[in-house]
């Protein structure tokens, strides 16, 4: 879970790597792949804007949001009617981390946090996908479609909707 958040982070901050990106929004599918070679799929949708704003909505296999800003990641789950909120590792410098990815090839980047690598692909000027292990040693592949960027995003869309009957819990 903590490679989860350090991903989804990891994301919204390469655009602070890449500056003349200033938003982004894509369709999203991440694989997950254990040593087993067993796969596990999930879809969804990303919406992301400088300085440090993402919103991941997640479709399948489960509905699930996650909000990120540049203090806390809110992750509402309806199905359990659940939220958390976690704040942010205050030493976690993902903004440097990118901003010292080298450049692999022409498309390819690779980026260092605390022990693990990070493979950053752009085609076209887009970015099409992220690879790395997570902290269970799976082989995680997120690949992006329907990609737009620099678009004006609207900043309540980085603002969490927590029903009121939801349980909060706050990490």
């Given at each position: ?115 693990s ?13 992220i ?18 960027q ?22």
């Amino acid at each position: 879970m903590k490679y989860i958040f350090t991903l989804l982070i990891l994301f919204t901050q390469i655009f602070a790597y890449i500056d003349s990106i200033n938003s982004f929004e894509a369709d999203f599918t991440q694989s997950v792949t254990d040593e087993k070679k067993k796969v596990l799929s999930y879809s969804g949708h990303i919406i992301a804007s400088k300085p440090q704003n993402a919103l991941w909505k997640y479709s399948t296999p489960i509905k699930k949001e996650i909000y990120i800003n540049a203090f806390n990641v809110t992750v509402i789950e309806p199905e359990i009617e659940q939220v958390i909120i976690r704040k942010l590792e205050s030493n976690f410098d993902l903004f440097n981390m990118i901003k010292n990815a080298k450049q692999i090839d022409k498309e390819t980047y690779k980026a260092f946090y605390k022990d693990s690598e990070f493979i950053i692909t752009i085609k076209n000027d887009m970015i099409e996908s992220i690879s790395y292990l997570d902290e269970f040693e799976n082989s995680v592949k997120i690949v992006f479609t329907h990609q737009k960027q620099n678009e004006v995003i609207d900043p309540e869309v980085f603002m969490p909707k927590i029903p009121i009957d939801f349980d909060v819990i706050r990490d």
